[in-house]
């Protein structure tokens, strides 16, 4: 059972930096790939980031490449998501997740992703 807890949210004017980090316990971590979605309110939950086990790949929703970029550290046992150039509509509560395989066609899915966070919340003013 791989628990996840995320930190490093709050709040931020637009065009800042947060960094979120989230660090998992009780499994095999370099084993798991890796994602990082959020939930505005109101909205369903969404794709944001996701990386594979190794590090050596990672994948972005549109509207935050180039912008955010998703990382990780095995021998720490952590998965980092660094926002930059941060926006109103990057308002939302993020969550960390892991997941045992994806593929290069479904790690944007909620599916294959087996354990989650509890979430952070980010709040990025105008």
């Known amino acids: 059972q791989v628990r996840l807890v995320e930190s490093g949210g709050g709040l931020e004017q637009a065009g800042g930096s947060l960094r979120l980090s989230c660090e998992a316990s009780?499994?095999?971590?370099?084993?798991?790939?890796a994602g990082w979605f959020r939930q505005a309110p109101g909205r369903e939950r969404e794709f944001v980031a996701a990386i594979i086990w190794s590090g050596g790949r990672s994948y972005y929703e549109d509207s935050v490449k180039g912008r955010f970029t998703i990382s990780r550290d095995n021998t720490k046992m952590t998965v980092d998501l660094q926002m930059n150039s941060l926006e109103p509509e990057d308002t939302a509560v993020y969550y960390c997740?892991?997941?045992?395989?994806?593929?290069?066609?479904?790690?944007?899915?909620?599916?294959?992703?087996?354990?989650w966070g509890q979430g952070t919340q980010v709040t990025v003013s105008s």
């Open positions: 009780g499994g095999i971590f370099s084993h798991y790939n």
């Open positions: 997740a892991a997941s045992e395989a994806f593929s290069g066609t479904n790690y944007a899915s909620e599916r294959p992703y087996n354990y």
